[in-house]
């Protein structure tokens, strides 16, 4: 399903009446704020369905234009969920409670807890050609604000209710997250924790209404935001340009097994969905700072289609590991891409710096610790992209039969006579990560680049020598690379011959 007809006619409902009982129309925005319990009847108390509070505030949201709004602590149920299509909602149906071209929005929830009705089953099947037929089932989305600017969202605590809910197998996912940016200018989400939702905890894209070309989101910034166990992922991102992730953690995506989750069962997603002329800006200078990406199901940070893409995408000081044997774990498909700080612990997964042929740019890891297992490790094989490795530390080794080991591979042409480089790396296989399996256990293989004052080392016992190899294709150098705690000969620096079927295990010549 495309994710514009997630969005496809959200606004055409007409807006819920104002229950009088509930709403006082003579309450006034305080120094912190209106207390949305006084003056629109929400309920905290963990079983009253707020699902009509939720519509009279966002009705005198839009009415007002704006404004400040508390949560007070609490817990504020929505009972009821969806259960048709977004082009056929209505008012008697039950709808998110969209806010549409607001300025000046702040949402306070400090100690307020929202819990979503999950408790459902989603039955349905592809129809005879390619239709979704019964598939509309999905919670209610407390957050759904389009085309507004200065957004700040804080505070909350959000349960989407997934670990109850159940589908059939050929059930495709559905627009249902806990916070929604549709071509939103100047937001800021901070500290929030969102948790078990139907599919993404954020989506952050552009607004699809009033024609062609679409708005997309600008300078949204996320602090303090935790968005984990949700079925799908932590953080869509799909259209914006100026992303600032600062502090953030998106951990354990993709793994709610009752529900079967949806692929791609990620971190973070950054795969942009329009292109021009059909959205005004691409995709572009996305940061995260200090952020973790933990035993997501599949990938802890995804980037698709280079040519949606300008600016940069930079991961700085981050963290990511991988628990669940994910292949891809990082794909850096983006021209500019910088990885520096942090630890990267890929399992069996793959560090990827080109995919498919689709990057065109430099791709840039630096002074970080990569772990690997040995399945795939480091990889860059595509050409016409540049591939930069400096001061990265990478531990691994061969785990078992059927992996290939290629710890480290930077095989792709960067075209225009460049060459890869790799430089003041240290590649380190620890006597705990021993494989019985392979008659060596870290494979290392260039093509097209320059291996310049490398380490190779190990705590392995020299007697056999047989831990590394090193394979030189077409276009490879070594410039002061050397061995320490392994026997591949007689000299600790050497000038290998250039060809993929040289190894340490031979001894190198000094001349």
């Known amino acids: 399903m495309r994710r514009r007809d997630f969005v496809t006619g959200l606004l055409c409902s007409a807006s819920l009446p104002l229950a009088a009982a509930a709403f006082r129309a003579g309450a006034q925005t305080g120094a912190e704020g209106m207390n949305v319990v006084e003056s629109f009847g929400f309920v905290p108390d963990g079983r009253t369905d707020n699902y009509d509070a939720f519509h009279r505030w966002a009705a005198h949201v839009k009415r007002v234009g704006g404004g400040h709004y508390v949560f007070p602590p609490g817990t504020y149920a929505v009972t009821r969920h969806r259960t048709r299509s977004l082009a056929r909602r209505d008012p008697t149906t039950v709808i998110n409670s969209v806010i549409d071209q607001v300025d000046d929005l702040t949402i306070s929830g400090y100690g307020a807890k929202i819990v979503l009705n999950g408790a459902f089953h989603r039955s349905g099947r592809i129809g005879p050609n390619g239709e979704a037929v019964g598939m509309h089932f999905a919670i209610f989305m407390p957050f759904e604000i389009h085309r507004s600017r200065n957004v700040v969202i804080k505070g909350f605590e959000m349960d989407g209710g997934v670990r109850d809910m159940s589908r059939d197998p050929q059930v495709g996912e559905i627009y249902a997250g806990l916070v929604a940016l549709h071509g939103c200018i100047g937001a800021v989400l901070e500290d929030l924790d969102l948790h078990h939702c139907q599919t993404d905890g954020i989506y952050i894209t552009s607004s699809e209404f009033g024609g062609y070309p679409t708005v997309a989101c600008r300078d949204v910034t996320l602090r303090r935001v935790k968005s984990h166990d949700n079925a799908r992922g932590g953080l869509g991102v799909f259209q914006v340009l100026g992303l600032l992730c600062v502090d953030c953690a998106f951990n354990r995506n993709g793994v709610t097994a009752k529900y079967q989750s949806h692929a791609p069962q990620f971190g973070v997603d950054i795969e942009p969905d329009l292109v021009k002329p059909n959205v005004d800006v691409l995709t572009g200078n996305v940061e995260f700072r200090n952020c973790e990406f933990m035993d997501n199901f599949s990938s802890a940070l995804l980037g698709g289609y280079r040519e949606r893409f300008q600016g940069y995408l930079r991961v700085l000081d981050c963290r990511s590991s991988n628990a669940h044997g994910g292949t891809y774990h990082i794909i850096l498909n983006w021209a500019g891409a910088l990885v520096r700080g942090g ?30 297992s040995g399945l795939y490790g480091v990889s860059h094989y595509w050409d016409g992209n540049y591939a930069r490795l400096e001061r990265v530390r990478i531990i691994g080794s061969y785990t078992g039969p059927g992996t290939n080991g290629e710890v480290l591979t930077v095989r792709g042409d960067p075209g225009g006579g460049r060459k890869n480089l790799v430089k003041d790396c240290e590649l380190f296989l620890p006597a705990a990560r021993k494989s019985k399996d392979h008659p060596y256990d870290y494979e290392v293989i260039y093509y097209h680049t320059v291996s310049q004052n490398n380490l190779f080392r190990t705590d392995l016992p020299a007697a056999g020598g047989e831990h590394f190899a090193v394979g030189y294709g077409d276009g490879a150098v070594a410039r002061g690379d050397r061995f320490r705690g392994t026997a591949p000969g007689p000299q600790d620096s050497f000038r290998p011959a250039h060809n993929s079927s040289h190894d340490t295990r031979l001894p190198y010549s000094s001349g």
């Open 343 to 372: 630890v990267h612990d890929l399992g069996t997964g793959l560090f990827c710096l080109s995919w498919h042929g689709e990057t065109e740019g430099d791709v840039t890891v630096s002074d970080c610790e990569i772990r690997t």
